[in-house]
């Protein structure tokens, strides 16, 4: 079987050639070769997008199976499958860039025996390892009905209420707890995203990231795959995204007028720059968008307003965690080719994992079934052929 050199496959070697040798100098040579991270900022790109934002964007898993089995929302149930397998790669290649990450990676597993239950930290890395695990059970029934193995998904669908509640209650945990590592920092982080309700911000933008998430994944997979788009589901998802932007968008309001910000905020400067670009992408763009029907029945109107506001969220994750202490710090931050070579490695792992699964494993049923009667029809004689064989 010959595999065919494309243009995406070049990148895809490329990217993970780079990624490779980048990894080779971390591990050799420490995270002083690797990164431009220093004793006064000891968090950089790797903590900011691979695991905040990491996290924050497979977020589709718990709020698509809370809205199917919790909600009851029937309609969505098309897209559970898909959703729990982006979570799933998510957290699992989250888990890698945090290896990459730690000073120490191999000693990851003294949180199990050195707890500390009084260290947000702490929570949020038990939370992390038992809803992968839960997110394992989940995908798993997938892997049996490939290999029809009938029993092990009876089995699971036994416990499958269990999984779901204890995945929610899991998810909503350490998606709030990643807001909270932040509160100990008043005095270092910049008052544009300080705040005491963190926690509430990281949570509900979570969920919003979950609906844009599994709008974008929808539409990426159904022009990869050649299946057809189910508008009806990502109208739904359109309608519920623009409810999510609206919460969000209200509750910063909210706490910006309630911490006398607003007039901080209109005034020029560094830091406000990098704030409008957050505020315009992840609202005002897409909250604009949503808001003609026009676009909430277009797919590319669901998907650019997807996208921008997956952009907008990623901004803010990224402006918490490493512009707004650039200030306190004193200087700024540039992340060296290598890490960014690192994360890139990790999209892409991502990326090829996915379309592995969704080929092989029954993640769009109806997919599977065009493929398996294709299969049958190129492989069985046709009617007239089948007729003069006989006669012969």
């Not at 998510?90 to 050195?114: N, S």
């Not at 990231?209 to 997979?221: C, D, K």
């Amino acid at each position: 079987m010959k595999i065919k050199l494309t243009f995406w496959r070049a990148v895809f070697l490329v990217i993970m050639v780079a990624g490779l040798y980048s990894t080779y100098i971390r591990y050799f040579h420490g995270l002083g070769a690797a990164t431009n991270m220093t004793d006064q900022f000891p968090w950089g790109f790797w903590i900011g997008f691979d695991c905040l934002c990491g996290v924050m964007l497979a977020a589709g898993g718990f709020c698509i199976v809370g809205a199917v089995y919790l909600f009851n929302v029937e309609s969505l149930h098309s897209v559970v499958k898909p959703a729990v397998l982006t979570a799933f790669l998510g957290y699992l290649l989250f888990i890698v860039g945090l290896l990459f990450d730690l000073g120490r990676p191999w000693f990851i597993w003294h949180q199990l025996i050195y707890m500390n239950p009084h260290s947000v930290m702490f929570e949020v890395g038990m939370c992390v390892m038992t809803y992968t695990t839960v997110l394992f059970f989940e995908f798993l029934p997938n892997v049996f009905e490939r290999l029809h193995w009938k029993a092990p998904i009876k089995w699971i669908k036994r416990i499958y209420p269990v999984l779901i509640i204890l995945g929610i209650l899991l998810s909503t945990l350490h998606q709030s707890s990643l807001g909270s590592l932040y509160l100990i920092m008043p005095s270092k982080l910049h008052p544009f995203w300080y705040s005491p309700a963190l926690p509430f911000f990281f949570f509900g933008s979570a969920v919003a990231v979950g609906l844009a998430m599994t709008i974008f994944e929808s539409t990426q997979s159904a022009k990869a795959m050649g299946r057809q788009l189910e508008i009806k589901v990502l109208v739904q998802l359109g309608g519920a995204l623009l409810v999510a932007l609206w919460v969000n968008a209200l509750l910063r309001l909210e706490d910006y007028w309630r911490r006398d910000m607003l007039r901080q905020i209109i005034k020029p400067s560094y830091e406000a720059c990098f704030l409008w670009l957050e505020l315009m992408l992840a609202f005002v763009i897409p909250i604009t968008m949503l808001s003609f029907k026009k676009i909430r029945l277009s797919p590319r109107g669901l998907y650019a307003a997807s996208v921008i506001s997956l952009l907008g969220f990623i901004t803010n994750r990224l402006n918490v965690s490493l512009i707004g202490f650039e200030t306190y710090v004193g200087h700024h931050y540039v992340p060296k080719w290598t890490e960014f070579s690192v994360t890139l490695m990790i999209i892409a792992m991502g990326f090829a994992l996915f379309a592995v699964a969704v080929r092989y494993l029954p993640i769009f049923p109806a997919l599977e079934h065009a493929v398996e009667s294709t299969r049958r029809r190129e492989t069985q004689p046709r009617f007239s052929e089948a007729v003069l064989d006989a006669g012969d």
